[in-house]
């Protein structure tokens, strides 16, 4: 068929090639062989806390460091003025109704606080400071906050047992109390400091260097023609 209805029937069975529309991956990419982008990960999902691995921590040294206040609670009754006042014996200093005796009652515990946290710094991290991971340390500063928390109860509560009863309608400070509270913060910071100076000062013990078995590190054998 010639002519211009042949030249319409061959138009109207001509295939119409496929379209490809182009595809946004919202990364500046598009069409149909654009890799797609790989999902984000979800914020919650890397948590500071995950990969911990707890049972390798020092469990029993974190609770020996919390109940570590209740000894430096009794020493600070017995040692500082208005308590058992055992380190100046001053007849003077042994009653809450002398002003004198207030300051030198919070720096009596805040000497154990840094002296405890010291010792608890170094006892924590040894001879392995570096192998200290960032879990261990903050579980540390929590306990010295528990230390120091169970300390000054602790204080407090001998001197209303064993301590003279005396008039507290002038100042709460008058019975053996603490004054300044922000005291409390000595024994978790001194811990955070002897574990800092122990990391950056301290010798880390000598890992055995593994031993190769024997012929593992020796060339191939010779030859008989060698």
Not at 162 to 173: K, M, P, V
């Amino acid at each position: 068929m010639s002519g211009p209805a042949g030249s319409l029937v061959k138009i109207c069975c001509m295939t119409q090639p496929a379209v490809h529309l182009p595809v946004d991956h919202h990364d500046g990419a598009t069409g149909p062989d654009a890799p797609v982008p790989p999902r984000r990960a979800a914020p919650w999902r890397e948590l500071p806390w995950q990969g911990v691995q707890w049972n390798g921590l020092p469990w029993k040294g974190l609770v020996a460091i919390a109940a570590a206040g209740l000894p430096v609670g009794l020493l600070w009754w017995l040692l500082a003025p208005t308590g058992l006042n055992l380190i100046t014996r001053d007849p003077a200093l042994a009653t809450g109704s002398n002003p004198e005796t207030w300051l030198p009652r919070d720096l009596v515990l805040a000497g154990l606080f840094l002296l405890a946290g010291c010792l608890s710094g170094v006892f924590l991290a040894g001879n392995r400071p570096a192998r200290l991971g960032t879990a261990t340390v903050v579980l540390a500063v929590a306990a010295g906050v528990a230390g120091a928390l169970l300390a000054w109860g602790t204080g407090v509560l001998a001197g209303s047992w064993w301590g003279a009863a005396e008039d507290t309608s002038a100042s709460a400070s008058i019975a053996f109390s603490l004054r300044a509270y922000a005291l409390l913060l000595v024994w978790p910071a001194a811990i955070a400091l002897a574990i800092f100076f122990a990391t950056v000062f301290g010798h880390s013990e000598n890992e055995p260097e593994p031993q190769l078995e024997p012929g593992a590190g020796s060339g191939p054998a010779p030859g008989p023609d060698a």
